[in-house]
Antibody, heavy 118, light 108 residues
């Protein structure tokens, strides 16, 4: 069974940092490009970042460029999102999902809630 | 950036009726790299359609996708009670991999 399990969410003050992790199982993680997608409360889906299977290619949304860093460790079947200089508008559920780089997202985690508030 | 505009914003229909959802792109989507997702409250999105018209594994055949270039359609031939949800289109051909704003299919 395919599983993507996010962790590391929580409450953080504006300007603070947080690191999300996503543990993958049930599929060959190293064969897949991976995404982070977020959803603000009551809003639609917003693509955040993608990383290719070997980490050679990385893309970011303009809204997070320079503040967020995506990475992966194929030996640990894990995806990460380092989030710095957090703002109120970064408050959202963050989903780890397969896909990007011409691939659709067929695997999704259940999401991790990040709340940025003083 | 490719902007995806979905219409209508809300579709009010009864079980058994046909649903037609539109997704229009601001520029051509490369080689039909267009997907549709379904999302229910409190749940992660679920892939329905990829490549504009290919059904994902386990998706019932009442769901179908069509279109190319800038105009795409998701059709649900006969709505079942479990189909009332929000539907999103996404293009994954050119970064940023944008989503449409969603269409809510609600029970009339």
């Amino acid at each position: 069974e395919v599983q993507l399990v996010e962790s590391g969410g929580g409450l953080v003050r504006p300007g603070g940092s947080l690191r999300l992790s996503c543990a993958a199982s049930g599929f060959t993680f190293s064969d897949y490009s991976m995404n982070w997608v977020r959803q603000a409360p009551g809003k639609g889906l917003e693509w955040v970042s993608s990383i290719s299977s070997s980490s050679i290619y990385i893309f970011y949304a303009d809204s997070v460029k320079g503040r967020f860093t995506i990475s992966r460790d194929n030996a640990k079947n894990s995806l990460y999102l380092q989030m710095n200089s957090l703002r109120g508008e970064d408050t959202a559920v963050y989903y780890c999902a397969s896909g990007g780089f011409l691939e659709w997202s067929d695997y999704w985690g259940q999401g991790a809630l990040v709340t940025v508030s003083s | 950036e490719i902007v995806l505009t979905q219409s209508p914003g809300t579709l009010s229909l009864s079980p058994g009726e046909r649903a037609t959802l539109s997704c229009r792109a601001s520029q051509s989507v490369s080689s039909t790299y267009l997907a549709w997702y379904q999302q229910k409250p409190g749940q992660a999105p679920r892939l329905l359609i990829y490549g504009a018209s290919s059904r994902a594994t386990g998706i019932p055949d009442r769901f179908s996708g069509s279109g190319s270039g800038t105009d795409f359609t998701l059709t649900i031939s006969r709505l079942e009670p479990e189909d009332f949800a929000v539907y999103y289109c996404q293009q994954y051909g050119d970064s940023p991999y944008t989503f449409g704003q969603g269409t809510k299919v609600e029970i009339k």
